[in-house]
């Protein structure tokens, strides 16, 4: 009997997300090259089989996963290339990389976050950079925290593609025994969907801050979602369904989980650190303090009414008083 090659894949950073999905694909018949920038992580994870540095408890099958330090071995010979670092820094990660080392590579976004500056979904940045197709562009959202995938709890993914083709490719590279996939072609709404409910867990957080309770959070929940709807239909009209997982339920488990980075960065900022301090006692990314810039810059050309975006703009980019806007956002929610 004629035995399937695995997938060839390439999983680019070295975070919490990139190690859950490392534990995924290596659920499945798939050969993985795992980019680290720490070459004290990489070695670690050669030696002893798991992060020393996110979800430490998870062990790495190192018979499927192959460590690398340096970018441009580890898309050699790739099928996909998944990106799963912070956009802040995805142009750094791929420092080294031209065009030519992407033809006739699937590239896969797991970021849910905005290229600063640029204000560019991250599949329209590796488009315009190295000359992606389209239909070889996809992202993954739902609400699937590490976390939870460490723990084999069951989890539900939503891959998105202009491409039905490739869409379904990569849920059946991410479908395992915990994880259920489904493939659609939002990719724009989903994406943009995945940005702006990282910057609804950052006002949730700072509301928690300043001791507001669940009946409030449960209002600007609500009312957050008709803001997503607001912008997505004005930036990207489309018939969809937002009540879907990929859409409420991302917003949902990362306004309320005690997983969510974002609500944990707002709700140090609602108890008075600076963002500098804030910062340092993660020690991880809240791509919402970037998203939130880019969002509030983009809807400069559409004008679309976003009252919580705008709040929490002031707070983090303006020096705007927490109690002064969260006192201000309470009198226009419904």
């Not at 803001?227 to 930036?235: G, H, K, L, M, S």
Request: hydrophobic letters at 40%; a neutral charge.
């Amino acid at each position: 009997m004629k035995v399937n090659q695995p997938i060839r894949l390439t999983m680019v950073g070295g975070g919490s997300w990139a190690t859950a999905l490392v534990k995924i694909l290596s659920e499945n018949n798939v050969s993985v090259k795992w980019w680290l920038r720490k070459k004290s992580d990489a070695d670690h994870i050669k030696k002893f089989g798991h992060n020393p540095s996110y979800l430490s408890d998870v062990q790495i099958n190192t018979r499927k996963v192959k460590v690398c330090t340096k970018i441009k071995e580890s898309v050699k010979d790739s099928d996909y290339i998944i990106l799963a670092v912070p956009a802040a820094f995805i142009s750094d990660a791929l420092t080294g990389l031209k065009p030519a080392d992407f033809v006739g590579k699937a590239v896969v976004s797991a970021i849910k976050g905005m290229i600063p500056g640029a204000n560019q979904l991250v599949t329209d940045w590796v488009s315009e950079q190295y000359d992606v197709p389209a239909e070889r562009l996809s992202v993954i959202a739902g609400p699937c925290h590490a976390e939870e995938v460490a723990l084999e709890k069951k989890s539900y993914l939503t891959i998105a593609s202009q491409n039905p083709a490739c869409a379904a490719s990569v849920a059946d590279l991410l479908r395992c025994r915990f994880v259920q996939t489904t493939p659609v072609d939002d990719i724009y709404g989903i994406e943009y969907s995945a940005v702006m409910k990282n910057i609804i867990a950052l006002a949730c957080g700072i509301t928690r801050g300043l001791g507001y309770g669940d009946n409030f959070q449960a209002v600007l929940v609500s009312n957050a979602m008709q803001e997503i709807r607001r912008f997505v239909d004005a930036v990207y009209p489309k018939h969809r369904d937002l009540s879907g997982s990929a859409y409420l339920g991302d917003l949902l488990v990362t306004a309320y989980s005690p997983f969510s980075r974002n609500r944990t960065f707002g709700t140090l900022i609602g108890r008075g650190y600076t963002i500098q301090s804030a910062q340092a006692e993660m020690n991880m990314i809240a791509e919402g303090y970037y998203a939130v810039k880019s969002i509030y810059e983009v809807n400069q050309q559409f004008g679309v009414d976003m009252p919580i975006t705008n709040a929490v703009y002031a707070i983090l980019y303006e020096r705007a008083v927490p109690t002064t806007e969260m006192n201000s956002l309470t009198g226009v929610l419904m």
